[in-house]
């Protein structure tokens, strides 16, 4: 109960501040939200329309909103059309619908195929062992709080 009263106390503050300042703090209603559940929109994305086809075929594959499909398949679409070289990489795959969404933008969009590498530890990634990864490795990672010496 005392969590909800000092949050309230917040809010009612944070309010108050930005009223002052001439702004008002509003909800935004669910319709006008950029992370939807369903995936065919127009918000006025450049190649929206070509991506709103392939993310309904990826949709249940991925967790990742509307919003951020749609501008990974611009960016796809930009690296081929300004020529950039090179392979896609996803880490932390999932199901893989993001990467199926890079494959198919890269199909459309461009001249040759690329080698699409993807990664994912399917559980924690496991600290660093200071007989296979090294000192320098274990070092690094202790300056962040994650090295555990366990050899």
Request: hydrophobic letters at 35%.
């Amino acid at each position: 109960m005392r969590i909800k009263s000092i949050r309230r106390t917040l809010l009612s503050g944070d309010r108050w501040i930005h009223a002052k300042l001439g702004y008002a703090i509003k909800p935004v209603p669910a319709k006008t939200s950029f992370y939807r559940t369903d995936y065919d929109h127009s918000l006025g994305f450049r190649f929206e329309k070509e991506a709103n086809e392939y993310i309904k075929q990826v949709r249940n594959n991925t967790m990742l909103p509307y919003i951020r499909l749609v501008t990974l398949y611009q960016q796809v679409v930009h690296c081929e059309q300004s020529g950039v070289s090179g392979s896609f990489v996803e880490c932390g795959v999932w199901k893989g619908g993001s990467v199926g969404l890079m494959a198919l933008a890269n199909l459309r969009n461009g001249t040759a195929r690329r080698h699409i590498h993807l990664f994912d530890a399917f559980d924690d990634i496991c600290e660093p062992d200071r007989v296979l990864d090294g000192d320098a490795v274990v070092k690094e990672c202790g300056k962040s709080g994650r090295a555990a010496d366990r050899r």
